[in-house]
């Protein structure tokens, strides 16, 4: 059975701390940052308050870590029946960026623009007075591990989230930039974990020398046995993967942010291959990759 990530912090949601003097239960410290509940008070009675939404977006970023703000959305519009695109949400994300709770950047990852989120500092400490500590975001993890900064590491950022997002509603534990033993030399953007070994996964967009794609290969081969890595395109990663093969991998997997996100793979992965010299075949489940001995 594939583990419902998104449930289960919809459910971490439901025992949230709460308070009686609201009547939607949010705690008093939030009241002046949050919508105030005249603006709502007279809304038909299927409107979600938009300060119970607003709360629970704040939670989820701060108990889970998610960075992609669809991510959040799914598990706090789990039972509600809201529309993915629902004018309560994005009243809801406006007033959390204009109260300085979280911040937003919108960047595009794929052939899609997703929205990254992670909490300021006024939001970490709000949610401290309630009894809620924040861990950091998938945003704040990736950017402290890699190197440079500006337009083309956000995209890379919102690759890595895109990826880990996608590999959650496939029944991955998911973790970004883990840190991996130093013989391997490998520095992957993302580990997974479901039912075994870890798999550890290298994000890739266009760009970047040959040869230090070629090392990343040679890299988590030494690590895990194979490649596994993902591409913003499906030519890519078949390009991607072809790379890896003439770089000496003989065993590896790939997937693209494309396929993932159109629905069209069927499961995390779209391409295998088995040997060095062999042709990429389309994978066909989700089964993970032998490592090569």
């Known amino acids: ?168 509603r496939h029944g991955y534990a998911t973790q970004p930039c883990p840190v991996v033993l130093q013989a391997s030399k490998a520095e992957p953007d993302v580990r997974l974990t479901r039912d075994g070994s870890p798999i550890y996964v290298e994000v890739q967009r266009r760009g970047g020398e040959a040869w230090r794609r070629a090392d990343k290969w040679r890299s988590q081969h030494r690590l895990q046995g194979f490649v596994a890595l993902c591409a913003d395109t499906p030519a890519l990663a078949e390009r991607l993967a072809q790379e890896a093969q003439r770089t000496g991998v003989p065993v590896g997997c790939a997937t693209s942010l494309t396929e993932l996100a159109d629905g069209s793979a069927p499961g995390l992965w779209t391409l295998r291959w088995r040997s060095q010299h062999g042709p990429l075949e389309t994978a066909t489940n989700d089964a993970e990759p032998a490592p090569s001995g």
């Not at 008093?28 to 105030?36: E, F, I, K, R």
């Not at 308050?49 to 870590?65: C, D, I, K, M, V």
């Not at 993915?84 to 009243?91: H, N, V």
């Not at 939001?123 to 998938?138: C, N, P």
Request: charged share 25%; hydrophobic share 45%.
């Open 1 to 168: 059975m594939v583990q419902d990530y998104s449930a289960e912090l919809a459910e971490r949601l439901n025992w949230l701390p709460t308070d009686g003097a609201d009547p939607t239960g949010v705690p008093a410290a939030l009241a002046d940052v949050l919508t105030p509940v005249k603006r709502y008070r007279h809304t038909a009675p299927k409107r979600a308050p938009l300060n119970r939404l607003e709360y629970e977006f704040l939670a989820a970023l701060a108990l889970s870590g998610w960075s992609m703000r669809a991510a959040l959305a799914e598990a706090v519009n789990h039972g509600k029946g809201l529309h993915r695109r629902s004018g309560s949400f994005k009243l809801a994300w406006r007033q959390l960026e204009r109260a300085g709770l979280w911040e937003c950047a919108l960047v595009r990852a794929g052939q899609r623009r997703l929205a990254l989120v992670r909490l300021t500092e006024r939001g970490r400490a709000v949610l401290a007075e309630v009894g809620l500590t924040a861990v950091d975001s998938e945003w704040e993890q990736i950017e402290a591990r890699h190197r440079g900064g500006g337009a083309d590491q956000l995209r890379h950022t919102a690759a890595i989230c895109a990826f880990l997002y996608h590999a959650r």
